[in-house]
């Protein structure tokens, strides 16, 4: 049976999460203990940072990655959620703190599809 272009599609977001997961992997043999965490927070979760051991990681469960776990990070990520939202300018400056300091500690953002 000839592949659709929805197989096709959806091969590629296979492989793409694939290769997420696979830089991952190799974050986590650069360093000796990585921890994982959302920047959105849908409840019923909370603002957390989990750590990473090489189990596996669905698609979307985790936005980036870092090294060690960080008051700073987390505490940016609880002040976002719990900021009322009024508009994008007001949340864009959160975010950008929140990216900010995932590049300050060396971390990797992870991107899915």
């Given at each position: ?19 997420t ?32 051991t ?60």
């Amino acid at each position: 049976m000839p592949a659709t272009p929805f197989d096709e599609h959806e091969a590629d977001h296979a492989a793409h999460n694939a290769r997420t997961r696979a830089r991952l992997a190799g974050y986590l043999a650069a360093h000796s203990h990585v921890w994982i965490g959302t920047i959105n927070i849908y409840p019923p979760a909370r603002g957390e940072l989990v750590a990473y051991t090489g189990q596996l990681v669905h698609s979307f469960e985790a936005d980036f990655a870092v090294p060690k776990p960080d008051p700073a990070l987390l505490r940016l990520i609880i002040e976002r959620d719990e900021a009322p939202y009024t508009s994008t300018t007001a949340d864009g400056p959160r975010i950008d703190a929140i990216f900010a300091r995932i590049e300050e500690l060396g971390g990797l953002i992870l991107t899915w599809r």
